[in-house]
């Protein structure tokens, strides 16, 4: 592409965009990662593409939504560049305000951001401007091509170069365009600006990493809990291969949030606000936190967009202070019927304000599995409420606490198509056998697990193709907060057999066949795979 005129065109701008993030890295290591433009741009786009879409990418995408999304708005940025820059060796102004309107909507995106300060535009700025003059420098700077062989000729050209390369046949046989040394020149440029930019870029990329908070993190000396978790009983994991283990590993828990870089929040300045509808606002810090006395407790977070079957759900030792002690001493009032958790990143749940004061081990959070929880879960601190899916309830990196009322306040997925509220669904899941496994007939183990937090799970019912219900057996759990695991023995027969499985809860309701989609709150439908058996 890049041997004809048109090809090095599209490559000088392609390499001034490179230069543009290139050069805004290293200042977004003063201003924060989420000012990078890349970064913004992309948190700008998850905010405001319309949610089929998003639901689209994350089906298509799955958990590599994230990177699909900033290599998509890396290529649109090539491709817009590439073509700026053909225009440009025409009409250099309209390539220059073609890169100056990509960096107004950085700078944009780097603003609108929450908690942005002004200086948050410095980077799209830097790297628009260097960008800018990259490109000059291609077109019609020390690095041209002279002349281009679609550019107009200039006046200014005309007399000095005219006589050899002017028009399309330069005199002495050289197309224009195509003279060896300012193509040599050129290339020379491109990969010297290249190499530069990704240099800064990837020494800026390092760099805020070691700003990160890994190392606050690893000094964390959390408290023992005044109230411990209680000891799961012998047999709550029958440690099966395929099974989910009954306590999911930090490292493979689900995630997911909003968030395109993690928030590095440093536990010496964060602060925990409660305010709003209060008669006595509450403003803690991390040490202030640590102080109290803390519970630790088993509980099972879930997502609502988790597909019957889907694996967005993991249940998690957590160790924290009771949401509801903090809110008794902040004193809502009257017809405060929610709270909003806000991260630090501007992202907002509404959860009910009863649903924290009614007894439930709702916690605000520091750990995770018996350590800080990890950045990807919210250090240093978030919250977790039994009983409500993770988009009303869940927030990590929180940073306040707002008591205000669901008619005065929409949190971030509401106005996006999501239920207000989300308590929780009674479903159940097979983890083995697999689809794809292949089976001897004889005996097979059946398991999975179930869950119907804040009731408990009773009951848990197999069913092969068409035969009637099968009660499985439900291992022992530690709380209704949490998943169970159940196991059911098979003799399977030769042949295709579909294997459904349903949970019925502790006040007797058995989880409905309709299946739903996951918007607006939460999927229902029993989960059904298929087995080969030879
Ligand atoms: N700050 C912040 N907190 C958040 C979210 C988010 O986007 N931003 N997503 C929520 C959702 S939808 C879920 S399901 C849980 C997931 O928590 P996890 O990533 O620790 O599993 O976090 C919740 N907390
Ligand atoms: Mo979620």
């Not at 090539?78 to 220059?96: I, P």
């Not at 300060?117 to 990259?134: E, K, N, R, S, Y």
């Not at 907060?481 to 459904?500: F, I, K, M, N, Y």
Request: aromatic residues 6%.
């Amino acid at each position: 592409m890049s041997s004809t005129p048109r090809g090095l065109a599209a490559l000088a701008g392609i390499t001034a965009a490179v230069v543009a993030i290139g050069a805004a890295e290293p200042v977004a290591v003063l201003t924060g990662p989420r000012s990078a433009p890349l970064i913004a741009v992309g948190g700008l786009v998850v905010d405001v593409v319309p949610e089929p879409l998003k639901q689209f990418a994350i089906a298509v995408f799955g958990r590599y939504d994230k990177v699909a999304l900033l290599v998509g708005t890396a290529l649109l940025l090539a491709a817009g560049a590439a073509l700026l820059a053909l225009v440009a060796v025409r009409r250099l102004w309209l390539g220059l305000g073609g890169i100056a309107a990509f960096a107004t909507l950085g700078v944009v995106a780097a603003l609108t951001r929450a908690g942005a300060d002004a200086a948050d535009a410095l980077p799209a700025l830097a790297g628009g401007g260097l960008g800018a003059l990259t490109l000059w420098a291609f077109l019609s700077g020390p690095l041209e091509i002279d002349p281009w062989p679609w550019a107009p000729p200039t006046p200014a050209r005309a007399p000095v170069a005219g006589a050899q390369v002017a028009g399309a046949q330069a005199a002495g046989g050289v197309p224009a365009g195509t003279d060896p040394q300012a193509r040599r020149r050129f290339l020379r440029g491109v990969g010297v600006l290249t190499g530069a930019a990704a240099v800064t870029g990837l020494g800026g990329h390092w760099l805020a990493g070691r700003r990160g908070v890994s190392a606050a993190r690893q000094a964390v000396r959390l408290p023992a809990p005044v109230s411990p978790a209680p000891v799961v009983p012998a047999g709550a994991d029958l440690s099966l291969a395929q099974l989910a283990p009954y306590v999911t590993p930090s490292s493979g828990f689900y995630r997911i949030d909003t968030a395109l870089v993690l928030p590095q929040v440093d536990p010496e300045t964060w602060r925990l606000r409660i305010h709003g509808r209060v008669r006595h606002p509450v403003d803690l810090s991390y040490a202030d936190l640590l102080a109290r006395p803390m519970v630790e407790r088993y509980v099972t977070l879930a997502c609502v967009s988790n597909e019957v079957g889907g694996d967005l759900i993991g249940n998690a030792r957590w160790l924290g202070v009771p949401i509801r002690e903090l809110l008794d001493e902040a004193g809502p009032e009257e017809g405060a019927d929610q709270v909003v958790g806000r991260s630090v990143d501007g992202w907002t749940c509404g959860t009910p304000t009863a649903v924290l004061r009614d007894g439930r081990d709702a916690l605000l959070a520091v750990g995770m599995n018996g350590e800080p929880l990890p950045v990807a879960h919210g250090f240093p601190a978030r919250m977790v409420v039994p009983g409500l899916y993770g988009y009303v309830s869940a927030c990590k990196w929180v940073t306040e606490l707002e008591l205000t009322s669901f008619a005065d306040f929409d949190a971030y997925w509401v106005p996006r198509g999501w239920s207000a509220l989300g308590p929780v669904k009674t479903q159940s899941r097979i983890d083995a056998p697999r689809p794809r496994d292949r089976l001897a007939a004889g005996p097979v183990m059946v398991a999975g697990v179930a869950w119907a937090q804040r009731r408990g799970v009773s009951r848990v019912e197999v069913r092969v193709d068409d035969e009637p219900w099968r009660e499985a057996t439900l291992a022992p759990t530690v709380s209704v907060d949490t998943w169970v695991q159940w196991s059911w023995r098979w003799e399977a027969t030769p042949g295709q057999h579909t294997l459904q499985v349903r949970a019925t809860d502790a006040t007797g309701a058995t989880q409905t066949g309709r299946e739903q989609p996951v918007a607006p709150d939460g999927a229902t439908g029993w989960h059904t795979v298929t087995a080969t058996v030879r």
